[in-house]
């Protein structure tokens, strides 16, 4: 004989609030140890100030240390694939970014698939990328310097970071875009390239604001377009490449990814705290000191903006050919 309508309801309820019950506690209790946030890349690099900045937050706001860890190399891979195969505990964090996006297509075969088996947690920063030329460089708008490059093809290079990087595809997107011939020059970090166009030895570079801001303001370098979709706020009177070239957008980005299958109710506390800290002077002013704007989002907004980074730059990345090195 079936329950009553009303008692099969009460039943069902009271079952469906056990485990949610012991889920809120979990995440009530969370964290009741430290904390290990993964970063790809070198201590002391823009992208790991991020990560310090964010740890700092969160131990100061949950009572638990946050100790950042970094394992670069492999382009970052090294490091995602320790989360991806970690516990789903909200123990072990990854430092998320856009190298994350990148990877899955610039990679032949990789260990894991970042969108399957990451956890979206919350968004963290974006990162200005900007165009510099030397001062003496004839061009000094976007539209001079592609029609400069035109009627000397071949003659203007063009420098950035590592081969595959965000600067590096922002590069390509803009050879793409506007249909010039400029000569790729890869380093291994922005600042030796930097010195090189200071030195006349490459005429142009996409380059992190972080690391080009410090040659702008003396005037060592002419910043001629900022990669973002609007101006920021470090460079207001600097136009957007987008400007010239419109549909034209590449930014960097940073932000907090866990393994697939972290309770949600961690997911969330921890999204709801990281996002706690852009309304905090003291946190924004240490982005603000970077260059890098707060990017606050939900998992699920974090979550769709990585899938549309990835189907974006895998575009490029099969249009140029490019490959990791």
């Known amino acids: 004989m079936k329950p009553p309508r009303r008692k099969f309801l009460h039943l069902t309820a009271s079952t469906a609030a056990l485990p949610l019950i012991s889920r809120v506690a979990i995440a009530e209790a969370y964290p009741s140890r430290p904390v290990h946030v993964l970063v790809g890349f070198p201590a002391d690099s823009g992208i790991d100030r991020d990560a310090h900045i964010v740890a ?80 003496s ?47 790729h020059v890869t380093y291994p970090a922005d600042v030796p390239a930097l010195n090189d166009v200071v030195a006349g030895k490459v005429q142009l570079q996409f380059s992190g604001l972080g690391a080009a801001i410090d040659y702008i303001k003396p005037g060592k370098l002419r ?10 706020e470090v460079l207001p009177d600097i136009p957007t490449v987008g400007d010239s070239l419109p549909g034209y957008a590449a930014t960097s980005w940073v932000g907090i990814g866990a393994p697939k299958g972290t309770p949600v109710e961690i997911v969330e506390r921890l999204n709801k705290e990281i996002t706690a800290g852009f309304a ?9 000191e970077l260059g890098h704007a707060p990017m606050p989002m939900t998992p699920v907004e974090f979550g769709k903006f990585v899938a549309a980074e990835t189907e974006k730059w895998g575009v490029v990345v099969k249009a140029v050919g490019i490959k990791p090195k």
Do not use: C
């Open 56 to 135: 700092g937050w969160l131990a100061a706001r949950l009572g638990q240390s946050f100790d950042v860890e970094n394992r670069p190399g492999d382009g970052t891979n090294i490091a995602t694939e320790a989360v991806v195969h970690a516990r789903a505990d909200g123990y072990t964090l990854l430092l998320a970014n856009s190298a994350n996006a990148i990877n899955a297509t610039l990679y032949d075969k990789l260990n894991f698939n970042f969108i399957r088996d990451m956890a979206p947690v919350a968004g963290v920063v974006s990162i200005p990328i900007v165009m510099v030329v030397n001062p």
């Open 223 to 232: 910043a001629l377009a900022v990669t973002t979709a609007a101006r920021i």
């Open 280 to 288: 905090d002077a003291k946190v924004k002013a240490q982005f603000a």
């Open 137 to 183: 460089f004839p061009a000094k708008t976007v539209p001079e310097l592609i029609a400069y490059a035109k009627a000397n093809p071949g003659k203007v290079t063009m420098a950035s970071p590592f081969s595959g990087t965000l600067p590096h595809l922002a590069a390509a997107l803009f050879k793409m875009k506007a249909d010039v011939d400029m000569p």
